[in-house]
């Protein structure tokens, strides 16, 4: 019978205004993938980083392979084995892939930091998971999925014995997301206990093994897996029966307000052609790779045009910078929220008037705060 690592009893936790967790339980295992499910504000994150550290508890208690921890810190948790693969990349992009994975653990010799070691180091590590990334590559030239990969490098680098997946397939390829279900296998036939944190439910039917739910910051239902239903699982989630995951909203087509024609730009977006009409919506899709997020790059003007022409309300537009594009109408949420669509060390105020500081500024270019 497979041995409690993890028992967490009772775990409340407040911020100002927001009670996250409410007198919740939680029991991991060795030997098993423990799907931690919920809709978005249920707890999942919260509760997770109390195990790792992150936050400290308000009241509860927390044992780790049978013994009792009051104020955990994250160096102390990494000590006894745990680690988190955080939803929001922890990485440090001008870095290397090696410099990362030994992070606050760098590798020496004679004293002196050795980067070949390291180099060597992360290159067994990412050769034995089937991880084709060099380890002398800087973090911030890689794609999002494959900071990814070298994050979950990362935990496994600790040779973790609790491991925590936040949303770790949320950037993956189908490929990829094969080799990591691989590795959770592998770590999980080596007796370690695994927390996987996902909205994909149809994921969990390859890999997991228990699934706890909570709603609200409360523990709702636990169960065995195979004793259960994606659509049990929905409705302890939501606290009601879903009749139509996905019902259809009857929209009206109006006229075309978009039509991008022949638009070349760069290796990856060639020969590119669609229209958008007054209330549909279109899908653009493709694997990591296939140039969507180099298409909506050219389109706003972030990226040059080699040939092509954009065309808004029936008239060609020019836009070569997001200026112009903000200007004529069209906005993006790029890829990467927090890299590219955000200054994270301003205020939400800020951000907002970035795109409209016309709007805002008077003849001297000076910011009217009232406006703001």
């Known amino acids: 019978m497979s041995e409690v690592i993890v028992s967490m009893q009772g775990i409340c936790k407040s911020f100002p205004g927001v009670k996250a967790l409410d007198n919740v339980n939680f029991e991991l295992k060795s030997g098993e993938v423990m799907a931690l499910l919920g809709e978005n504000g249920a707890g999942k994150s919260t509760l997770v980083k109390i195990l790792s550290g992150v936050y400290a508890r308000d009241a509860g208690e927390l044992e780790i392979f049978g013994k009792n921890y009051g104020n955990l810190?994250?160096?102390?948790?990494?000590?006894?084995?745990?680690?988190?693969?955080h939803q929001e990349l922890n990485l440090c992009r001008h870095l290397t892939v090696a410099e990362n994975i030994f992070l606050g653990r760098e590798k020496t010799r004679g004293g002196i930091l050795s980067n070949a070691l390291m180099e060597s180091e992360a290159r067994k590590l990412l050769n034995d998971l089937k991880i084709d990334i060099h380890p002398g590559q800087v973090v911030g030239e890689l794609t999002i999925s494959k900071q990814q990969m070298v994050e979950i490098a990362k935990a496994l680098s600790v040779d973790a014995r609790i491991l925590i997946m936040d949303e770790p397939t949320s950037s993956l390829t189908s490929k990829e997301i094969d080799d990591l279900f691989r590795i959770i296998r592998a770590l999980k036939d080596s007796g370690r206990g695994i927390v996987y944190i996902s909205h994909r439910l149809e994921e969990l039917q390859h890999i997991a093994d228990r699934v706890m739910v909570m709603r609200d910051g409360q523990y709702i239902t636990s169960m065995n897996y195979a004793d259960t239903t994606v659509d049990k699982i929905i409705t302890y989630m939501i606290g009601r029966e879903l009749k139509e995951k996905f019902p259809r909203v009857s929209c009206?087509?109006?006229?075309?307000?978009?039509?991008?024609?022949?638009?070349?730009?760069?290796?990856?977006?060639?020969?590119?052609?669609?229209?958008?009409?007054?209330?549909?919506?279109v899908g653009v899709a493709g694997l990591v790779g296939a140039g969507r997020t180099e298409m909506t790059r050219a389109i706003f003007g972030i990226d040059p045009k080699e040939s092509g022409e954009i065309v808004l309300d029936g008239a060609e537009v020019k836009i070569n910078s997001p200026e112009d594009a903000i200007k004529a109408g069209v906005v993006l949420a790029p890829e990467d929220r927090k890299k590219d669509g955000m200054s994270t060390k301003l205020s939400v105020r800020h951000n907002l008037a970035l795109p409209n500081l016309d709007k805002i500024c008077g003849m001297l270019g000076i910011i009217n705060r009232h406006k703001e």
């Not at 810190?73 to 693969?85: C, D, F, R």
């Not at 669609?274 to 549909?280: N, Q």
């Open 252 to 281: 009206d087509k109006g006229k075309e307000i978009l039509s991008v024609r022949n638009l070349n730009a760069g290796k990856m977006v060639r020969d590119i052609n669609f229209s958008l009409y007054e209330g549909e919506v």
């Open 73 to 85: 810190t994250p160096k102390q948790a990494q000590s006894l084995g745990v680690a988190i693969i």
